[in-house]
């Protein structure tokens, strides 16, 4: 004879399988009443006037307007039908700098094309082995020519521009995010769209320059001829650009200089030479001073612009000794005890002190880069 179990027992076990019966419907339904909301919803989208469904693919990232076009009849049919006025329409909403910058697929001016090439070319050569990186040497002028060569591989189609302007966009955005982080810009309201249009200006006069870190101070005619470009195309900017953009080279290019130590070089240059500059037969000991000082600053100045914002910040959160680090502080030394030849030539013989680079000309002065109270003569 089978005892029977208890009556709570009993009531319990009614109840737990009462509950395990209402709950697997429950699972069921949920999934279906998903599945129908869904289908409601692109139902109601595809319901919509074309020019309704035309203005929502404005705002959508390509996944997921891909998915919509896979899901829904009535989307597929759009895109197929009016595919480059969506993909156009994408470019000019969600990128409108970019697509100013780089215009639309086939319909390009001569600038805008040489703005394509001359990025293309930059992120190629930083994606150069080391040994190639850094024994090339193309100057701006063969650059820009070669750059008008209509046979050059541009970014191919609507959709290709679109990834290119995303993956463009998000870089920025990776930059602007380290400024912050660095608590280099402040985040004031509004303050993000200008610091990307002062980022994409960055970029702009980056294509200009040459790529790498050669002809630092350089006093050549060719690049007295750039160095006039970056001016006009830093002039033709609007103002609130234009200071965002000093405003953000004056905060990392001082980080830049605090970074690679130029201080400790003309110290100790100063020491060496200590004799032929107490001379003061041509140029007073102080003025050499501030020229140093002035050379320093720009030197900094040029590091950035060469090698771009988001390589520069990276730089200050160096914990050792990276392969650019190295390079770029190797680099810079060099040219420092180039015009420290230069200036020993003017203390001996007399001479003009030469001026250089871009930052004096966009009002960076000396004293926005040089950290106050370092010394940077022994004597």
């Not at 050059?152 to 990834?163: F, H, Q």
Request: aromatic letters at 8%; a negative charge; glycine letters at 6%.
């Amino acid at each position: 004879m089978i005892k029977p179990l208890p009556i709570q027992e009993r009531r319990g076990g009614v109840y737990e399988a009462a509950a395990q019966r209402s709950h697997r419907p429950r699972v069921r339904s949920s999934a279906r009443i998903q599945k129908q909301q869904e289908k409601a919803r692109l139902d109601r989208f595809g319901s919509l006037p074309p020019e309704l469904k035309m203005e929502v693919t404005k705002w959508m990232n390509l996944q997921d307007l891909g998915n919509l076009i896979l899901s829904s009849d009535a989307v597929s049919e759009l895109a197929s039908a009016r595919k480059r006025a969506i993909s156009r329409g994408i470019q000019a909403h969600q990128y409108p700098e970019l697509c100013k910058t780089f215009g639309m697929p086939g319909e390009e001016t001569e600038d805008q094309k040489w703005y394509l090439v001359a990025e293309k070319e930059n992120q190629e050569w930083w994606l150069l082995d080391d040994e190639k990186r850094y024994g090339e040497d193309r100057g701006p002028k063969e650059r820009q020519d070669h750059s008008r060569d209509s046979s050059l591989p541009l970014t191919p189609g609507c959709i290709g521009r679109i990834k290119f302007f995303t993956a463009l966009a998000e870089d920025m955005d990776r930059t602007a995010e380290a400024l912050k982080e660095a608590e280099c810009m402040t985040t004031e309201t509004g303050s993000e769209g200008l610091t990307r249009r002062a980022l994409l200006l960055c970029l702009k006069l980056q294509w200009i320059d040459r790529p790498g870190l050669e002809h630092l101070c350089s006093q050549d005619d060719l690049v007295h001829d750039y160095l006039e470009l970056r001016q006009e195309m830093y002039d033709a900017e609007a103002s609130e650009v234009r200071t965002r953009f000093r405003e953000i080279m004056r905060l990392v290019g001082s980080r830049v200089w605090k970074r690679l130590k130029l201080w400790c070089w003309t110290y100790q240059w100063s020491l060496n030479h200590k004799e032929l500059i107490s001379r003061q037969q041509y140029i007073g000991w102080e003025k050499a001073k501030m020229w140093l000082r002035d050379v320093t600053a720009e030197l900094a100045v040029e590091v950035v612009s060469k090698i771009g914002l988001d390589r520069a910040i990276k730089l200050n959160y160096t914990c050792g000794p990276s392969e650019d680090m190295i390079w770029i502080n190797e680099t810079v030394i060099n040219r420092l005890e180039e015009l420290f030849d230069d200036l020993k030539k003017i203390l001996r013989n007399g001479g003009r002190l030469p001026t250089y680079g871009f930052g004096v000309t966009i009002g960076l002065l000396p004293d926005d880069i040089v950290e106050e109270g370092v010394e940077l003569f022994g004597i």
